[in-house]
């Protein structure tokens, strides 16, 4: 049980970062990134292979950086040539898929071996620190160390939001008429914007990528319903209101998801390939519960009505 | 002040559907005038509008305001000297973010002395909390509340604010108190005329309301098949009735006043 808790957090707060990002595109501006699926495996091949190169912390801050370049060429085909917002992170993701063949070496996958990961290297720091508290902590080093870089990047985030760009970024998907009229270009929002969430859901993809110590092209497939499936189950749990609760959810989310995911992996209630499907089925679901209610409610007042009717008829 | 100088503009041009909104269009405003505009559906009331705040730019023609060309200026930094009101309320407002939030929004277009990276400061918020009382509507015990929450009188109200917030040289009110009940209508005018006066803002505001157009302001434009077909100031002004005003109209283009929401009260 243990076990699964501390996989569960490791998970949780390694692919933390993935609702985050969508917290920033989806929620605060309104556009559904598809970018996600790419910079993700683009943020662990540059990670990975920084790494592999004996620079793993180094890997990290590269690998953002990647994932702003990724935001910022969506938000460019978006903003200024027009392309529709999905379609333009459908375009970026599929280019991606070259540029990550190239990042690691024209090769599917890539594996570090004996090199240093930034998890190996704080678990080698806490074995031979001598302190005992240290020691006894040293199994729980992947979630410690995944965890302080998931609130570091979130209490900065929400900084960020409530300084006046972060305020512009907001107005930005909530009324942009009124965005406009406000002196703030909406394109300028827009491209800051998506280039934080691509640098988040980068982050996410290199502390994957060192933790599993391995990289593969594919490995980002999914990883956006995923992430929104994340954000839907922590909104669920502790709300949308006020707006930044919405980063806390999306934390929380995470490490709820994967805590199923354990719990479906080690129970065997149901084949694990299963997962995708059933992430799929509850995002469509969550999306769609308001027009289901209204569907519902609809067909009551069909039923009220010809009831009436009938009653009349009778009568 | 603001000029207009013989600017054209024309939708969907080469198709069946192509329709001048605007032909040789040209006008000029004197600092500190406040235009009331009345015409027909279509006659290019809110095309003007859309043509001075840059929401497109015109084929042909300058615009200058102030002594600035802005013909080609982009419109979000036009509206760094533009306030606007359009008829809808939910147009001027964010709704998930707090009162305080969107006024701190209106400060930016101030544009200088902040950087990005900058919070809404203890000295902002009394300087809204001040602005908002003005209002006489309570708003400034709300400031953290969305502003979804707000009625559309309320909301107006708050755009108003923000639209002056920062003194702009022009002021463009879109028939901004049409979707209002008469008496929520009636504070918003009173608010508007407290406001252009005080701070001395040139302004130019469509209505539908006849009475209204020659009650407020110095100057009353008629509008027809994109043109000005009367421009009214002064004493010639100030004798004019209502039913002059539907003289005048009928004199300048042939046919009667055609405006489904027009009132004569």
Not at chain 1, 24 to 53: E, N, W
Request: with cysteine; hydrophobic share 45%; charged share 15%.
């Amino acid at each position: 049980m243990l076990y699964i808790i501390k996989t569960a957090l490791e998970l949780g707060f390694l692919y933390a970062m993935v609702p985050v990002a969508l917290f920033i595109s989806y929620r605060v501006l309104d556009i559904a990134d598809l970018t996600t699926d790419g910079c993700f495996v683009l943020g662990a091949a540059v990670s990975v292979m920084m790494a592999k190169a004996g620079h793993p912390i180094l890997g990290i801050p590269l690998a953002m950086l990647a994932g702003v370049c990724a935001g910022f060429v969506t938000a460019f085909l978006h903003t200024k040539l027009k392309v529709p917002s999905i379609l333009s992170g459908i375009i970026t993701n599929t280019g991606l898929y070259t540029i990550n063949l190239m990042v690691m070496g024209w090769s599917s996958n890539q594996s570090l071996l004996k090199q240093n990961t930034i998890f190996s290297m704080l678990k080698n720091g806490l074995k031979k620190s001598n302190v005992l508290i240290f020691e006894k902590i040293t199994d729980w080093y992947a979630v410690i160390l995944s965890a302080v870089i998931v609130i570091i990047f979130a209490l900065l985030i929400l900084a960020f939001l409530s300084t006046r760009l972060g305020l512009s970024i907001r107005a930005t998907g909530d009324n942009l008429d009124m965005v406009r009229a406000s002196s703030i270009n909406p394109a300028f929002t827009i491209t800051v914007g998506l280039c934080i969430a691509n640098a988040m859901t980068a982050l996410s993809g290199a502390m994957v990528g060192q933790y599993q110590k391995t990289v593969d092209i594919n490995s980002g497939t999914g990883i956006v319903v995923i992430g929104l499936a994340c954000l839907i189950i922590g909104e669920t749990i502790i709300g949308r209101r006020p707006f930044f609760k919405g980063i806390i959810a999306a934390i929380i989310g995470s490490i709820v998801y994967r805590v199923i995911y354990a719990v479906v992996l080690y129970t065997k209630v149901l084949p694990v390939e299963f997962l995708k499907l059933i992430t799929a089925i509850v995002v469509a679901l969550a999306i769609a519960f308001p027009a289901i209610r209204k569907w519902f409610s609809f067909q009551g007042k069909k039923i009220n009505h010809s009831r009436g009717k009938g009653g009349k008829d009778n009568a | 002040m603001l000029d207009l100088i013989n600017v054209s503009m024309t939708f969907n041009p080469g198709t069946p559907n192509a329709k001048q909104a605007l032909s040789d269009f040209s006008v000029h405003l004197d600092d500190g005038d406040f235009v009331t505009i009345i015409g027909s559906n279509g006659a290019g009331k809110s095309t003007m509008f859309n043509a001075i705040a840059g929401t497109f730019f015109v084929d042909s023609g300058s615009i200058k305001l102030g002594g600035q060309d802005i013909t080609y200026l982009p419109e979000h930094k036009r509206s760094r000297i533009i306030g606007r009101m359009f008829q809808d309320p939910l147009k001027g407002t964010a709704p998930s973010m707090s009162i305080e939030e969107n006024l701190a929004l209106a400060y930016l277009r101030s544009g200088e002395g902040f950087s990005p990276f900058s919070h809404i400061s203890n000295r902002d918020k009394q300087e809204f909390r001040e602005k908002l009382s003005l209002l006489g509507m309570g708003l400034e015990d709300r400031m953290k509340q969305p502003v979804g929450l707000l009625s559309g009188g309320q909301r107006q109200a708050l755009t108003l604010l923000m639209a002056t917030m920062v003194t702009p040289k022009l002021l463009l009110l879109d028939e901004h108190t049409a979707a209002l009940d008469p008496g929520t209508a009636d504070k918003v005018i009173e608010l508007t005329k407290d406001i252009v006066n005080k701070n001395r803002i040139t302004c130019m505001m469509i209505t539908h309301n006849m009475k209204q157009a020659l009650e407020i302001g110095n100057r009353t434009f008629l509008m027809s098949n994109g043109k000005v077909v009367y421009d009214v100031k002064g004493e010639e002004r100030s004798k004019l009735t209502v039913n002059d005003l539907l003289d005048k109209f009928k004199a300048g283009t042939g046919q009667a006043l055609d405006n489904d929401r027009m009132l004569l009260s």
